[in-house]
């Protein structure tokens, strides 16, 4: 099994429209942190829960979690 970890920022609402669609597109868990909440990264409604305005924590983990963290690189990392 294959684990990545990412700072991104997702500051417009496209941008995490765009994440949502990318991450759903993969079978492996997908979790979003900022600052101490955690959240699917497949849920739109999670990640706009969070405090987006900081840089956020991606952690992927399953057999195509390194294929979605290649799909990451187009968002801002920190």
């Known amino acids: 099994m ?27 868990d997908i979790k979003v942190k900022s600052k101490n909440s955690i959240t699917d990264g497949k849920s739109i409604l999670g990640i ?3 405090r987006l305005w900081r840089p956020i924590t991606v952690t992927a983990t399953g057999e195509d979690a390194k294929k979605f963290g290649e799909g990451l690189e187009r968002f801002k990392a920190q």
Do not use: G, M, T
Not at 5 to 13: A, F, R, S, V
Not at 17 to 25: E, G, I, R, T, Y
């Open 48 to 50: 706009l829960s969070l």
């Open 2 to 28: 294959y684990s990545i970890e990412k700072q991104i920022y997702l500051d417009q609402l496209d941008e995490v429209h765009d994440f949502v669609v990318l991450a759903s597109k993969y079978k492996c």
